[in-house]
């Protein structure tokens, strides 16, 4: 049960995160240090790819290494 618990809790946190599998190029931009290329680079990764399993694969992205995927991990979901 109290796993249960956590999932619901994280699943309503999730809520006000920007989920990177399903938010559009304009959405992505909202986030600190995403701009219009890297935004359309992410919706073009996911696009030829798939969806990302984690927040870690952001770093599939041509743009986004350690650094950038650190100051936004706490924002986004999968």
Known sequence: ????GAAAGSAAQAGSKVNVNTATAEQLQEL???GPST???IVAERSSNGPFAAV???TRVSG???KKLA???DLVCV
């Open 1 to 4: 049960a109290a796993g249960t």
């Open 32 to 34: 600190p240090g995403i």
């Open 39 to 41: 935004a359309q680079k």
């Open 56 to 58: 870690a694969d952001l």
């Open 64 to 66: 986004i290494g350690e």
């Open 71 to 73: 100051s936004i991990a």
